[in-house]
């Protein structure tokens, strides 16, 4: 997908800070229940390493991918600096409240480069491989997550090449060969074993990766089912729709579309765990047919972290908060501006639970922890898998 993730125009946070912890009205344990037998519902927080939440309920989440770990000039999984390693320290000290929580590193993310140069041999795949497991091991963590964006695809200027398309899978493979030795070398098994997952995408994500093949390495599926709609595209829209608006053209996208072309490949549904945004995209100077939506715009106008849409715009005057029944998503309309924003709020996301739980997928995903409001969205994803 062409579009930039929100994390590269996060507002700045202080990087100290603390965690705190109180009880939340269902809790990870009994996320692993809700969906009877062995199947459990996986509630998956990002939480970016430079801007932590000052307060995190770690009982609330079954995993938290923590972002991100870069690819080094050495073609080696690294942090950055001190300051991410200590965040993440205190992401791992939440087991101390939650045993269950399982923390994760994220390496890669939007505009993260050297992942077509470290896939590209078996020398290259296998010091990857071998870093990302020592960088688990040495931070007490629970597996690795890759999040390229994109194989084979040149955007944001990465490095790409065409042979990224076979090259993923087999870096999937040393990883998870990896990985799996560590577990064995540590006695870990069943749910305790290092787990490996990546971030995937839709439609030409499809064109540049083995997805029949390389999901088998893989013990679930992270889908950016958001960013649908955003600065690179022509027109607004839902950038998180579950469904297509009314108006959409046949080359738009959405959730629905983005779960049944990963299905279509083979992965289990199980292994598929829907996104969900805890941001909003805003468009200025659009024309003002269907109150802005599927319209054409002048300028791209700005994120929206979701606690600031509910404390500056949702429910301002100069704001009106239209509902897409038919794609099942919220937006924001001001006539005088002409400024469309499209997010997610609780209405959408609980909506979304519902689909996870009648289509059998492995659960939510979001990005990302720190763009909340006191719990608002999370506490509907955790109340809404468990009814």
């Given at each position: 997908?062409?579009?930039?993730?929100?994390?590269?125009?996060?507002?700045?946070?202080?990087?100290?800070?603390?965690?705190?912890?109180?009880?939340?009205?269902?809790?990870?344990?009994?996320?692993?229940?809700?969906?009877?037998?062995?199947?459990?519902?996986?509630?998956?927080?990002?939480?970016?390493?430079?801007?932590?939440?000052?307060?995190?309920?770690?009982?609330?989440?079954?995993?938290?991918?923590?972002?991100?770990?870069?690819?080094?000039?050495?073609?080696?999984?690294?942090?950055?600096?001190?300051?991410?390693?200590?965040?993440?320290?205190?992401?791992?000290?939440?087991?101390?409240?939650?045993?269950?929580?399982?923390?994760?590193?994220?390496?890669?993310?939007?505009?993260?480069?050297?992942?077509?140069?470290?896939?590209?041999?078996?020398?290259?795949?296998?010091?990857?491989?071998?870093?990302?497991?020592?960088?688990?091991?040495?931070?007490?963590?629970?597996?690795?997550?890759?999040?390229?964006?994109?194989?084979?695809?040149?955007?944001?200027?990465i490095r790409y090449r065409a042979e990224d398309r076979q090259n993923f899978t087999r870096?999937?493979?040393?990883?998870?060969?990896?990985?799996?030795?560590?577990?064995?070398?540590?006695?870990?098994?069943?749910?305790?074993?290092?787990?490996?997952?990546?971030?995937?995408?839709?439609?030409?994500?499809?064109?540049?990766?083995?997805?029949?093949?390389?999901?088998?390495?893989?013990?679930?599926?992270?889908?950016?089912?958001?960013?649908?709609?955003?600065?690179?595209?022509?027109?607004?829209?839902?950038?998180?729709?579950?469904?297509?608006?009314?108006?959409?053209?046949?080359?738009?996208?959405?959730?629905?579309?983005?779960?049944?072309?990963?299905?279509?490949?083979?992965?289990?549904?199980?292994?598929?765990?829907?996104?969900?945004?805890?941001?909003?995209?805003?468009?200025?100077?659009?024309?003002?047919?269907?109150?802005?939506?599927?319209?054409?715009?002048?300028?791209?106008?700005?994120?929206?972290?979701?606690?600031?849409?509910?404390?500056?715009?949702?429910?301002?005057?100069?704001?009106?908060?239209?509902?897409?029944?038919?794609?099942?998503?919220?937006?924001?309309?001001?006539?005088?501006?002409?400024?469309?924003?499209?997010?997610?709020?609780?209405?959408?996301?609980?909506?979304?639970?519902?689909?996870?739980?009648?289509?059998?997928?492995?659960?939510?995903?979001?990005?990302?922890?720190?763009?909340?409001?006191?719990?608002?969205?999370?506490?509907?994803?955790?109340?809404?898998?468990?009814?």
């Amino acid at each position: 997908m062409t579009k930039p993730r929100t994390c590269a125009a996060l507002i700045a946070c202080a990087v100290s800070v603390l965690l705190a912890f109180r009880a939340a009205p269902a809790g990870a344990a009994q996320l692993e229940q809700a969906a009877g037998g062995s199947r459990s519902l996986r509630v998956v927080a990002y939480v970016a390493g430079w801007a932590m939440p000052a307060v995190i309920h770690g009982e609330k989440l079954t995993h938290i991918n923590f972002a991100f770990a870069r690819i080094g000039p050495d073609g080696r999984a690294e942090l950055a600096d001190s300051a991410l390693e200590a965040n993440l320290a205190r992401l791992v000290a939440l087991k101390q409240t939650n045993p269950q929580l399982k923390v994760i590193v994220s390496v890669g993310g939007w505009r993260a480069d050297g992942f077509s140069d470290a896939a590209r041999t078996a020398a290259s795949r296998g010091v990857l491989a071998d870093s990302a497991v020592d960088l688990a091991r040495k931070h007490s963590l629970d597996g690795v997550d890759i999040d390229w964006e994109y194989p084979g695809q040149g955007v944001a200027g990465i490095r790409y090449r065409a042979e990224d398309r076979q090259n993923f899978t087999r870096l999937l493979q040393a990883v998870r060969h990896k990985l799996d030795l560590a577990s064995a070398t540590e006695g870990r098994s069943g749910g305790d074993r290092y787990t490996l997952t990546i971030a995937s995408a839709d439609r030409e994500y499809f064109d540049h990766t083995e997805m029949d093949k390389l999901h088998v390495y893989l013990d679930w599926i992270n889908i950016m089912s958001y960013d649908f709609f955003n600065s690179l595209t022509a027109t607004t829209g839902h950038h998180a729709g579950l469904y297509p608006a009314a108006l959409a053209s046949p080359t738009d996208r959405n959730a629905d579309a983005s779960v049944k072309q990963h299905l279509a490949a083979g992965i289990p549904a199980g292994k598929l765990v829907l996104g969900v945004a805890f941001y909003g995209r805003g468009f200025a100077g659009v024309r003002s047919l269907n109150n802005g939506l599927n319209q054409p715009y002048q300028r791209y106008e700005a994120d929206h972290p979701y606690a600031e849409l509910a404390e500056r715009l949702i429910g301002n005057p100069d704001f009106v908060r239209y509902w897409d029944e038919r794609a099942k998503a919220p937006y924001l309309w001001n006539a005088e501006s002409r400024t469309f924003i499209t997010y997610d709020d609780p209405q959408s996301i609980a909506i979304k639970a519902d689909y996870v739980r009648s289509n059998h997928l492995g659960g939510i995903m979001f990005w990302e922890l720190g763009q909340d409001r006191d719990d608002e969205l999370l506490d509907v994803i955790v109340e809404s898998l468990h009814r």
